[in-house]
């Protein structure tokens, strides 16, 4: 029997809501890190967050609500940098 990769999905809930979405794949995590490393004094680090949860299925209106520490606890843990 070999080996059944099974892309893993993962949840947010906010204000008592589930919201499922997929974990980025390694190429993903590697191309958000270079638009980061890329981005100039004018990129707005939000935007970014946002657009890369929004390609993996997030509504883009939980999104704008949420705290940039709240974004940024979401990156840690979807690509599983912080277990919850």
């Known amino acids: 029997m070999g080996?059944?990769?099974k892309e893993e999905e993962l949840?947010?809930?906010f204000k008592g809501e589930v919201y499922k979405f997929r974990q980025p794949s390694a190429?993903?995590?590697k191309e958000i890190s270079k638009t980061f490393r890329q981005a100039d004094a004018d990129t707005d680090a939000?935007?970014?967050y946002?657009?890369?949860f929004k390609e993996l299925g997030l509504p883009e209106e939980v999104l704008g609500?949420?705290?940039l520490q709240?974004?940024?606890d979401l990156f840690s843990y979807a690509?599983?940098?912080k277990k919850n």
Do not use: C, H, P, R
Request: glycine share 8%; hydrophobic share 45%; net charge negative.
């Open 3 to 5: 080996f059944e990769y």
């Open 11 to 13: 949840d947010l809930t």
């Open 27 to 29: 190429y993903e995590q």
């Open 46 to 48: 939000v935007d970014l």
């Open 50 to 52: 946002i657009n890369f």
């Open 65 to 67: 609500k949420m705290s």
């Open 70 to 72: 709240g974004l940024l």
């Open 79 to 81: 690509v599983g940098a």
